[in-house]
């Protein structure tokens, strides 16, 4: 299946789902390849933050070390890209927008959602709920 965008950025709760079912993160692109075939992955920095959240959150010293060394190995194996002055504008004119039509979206989500926009790139999640209130965004259900 090819994807309609230029590449996919990935929300938290698919590399939480990752994590999860113990897949290293040599498996977890082989996944994404079958899901979505062949396009760029990468990450947003406000994922990042969010899985760093839950590395400090874990409940048991184990579970922290393997959240902490999959993240690691999976900023190394693919993009981070950062929150610009580019995404921050888009944030604002689509949080603007959104609030004045009464819609409210969580914004740790809409700064993922833009970045994803600002770069022609789909989001791949399994929290559509939350993604599919911004416009325009292309959505990869897991």
Known sequence: MEPASLG???D???VIEAERRHL???QFP????????E?????CAITVAELAHGIYRADTPGRRERRRVFLDDLKAAVPVYPITDGTAELVGKIGAESSAAGVTIPFDDL?????ALE????VATRNLRHFQKIPGLNLISF
């Open 30 to 37: 082989r996944q994404m390849v079958q899901k979505i075939g």
């Open 24 to 26: 290293n993160v040599a």
């Open 12 to 14: 938290s709760s698919v």
């Open 8 to 10: 996919v950025i990935l």
């Open 39 to 43: 396009t760029e992955v990468a990450l």
């Open 119 to 122: 770069r022609g790139y789909a």
């Open 111 to 115: 700064l993922i959602g833009a970045s």
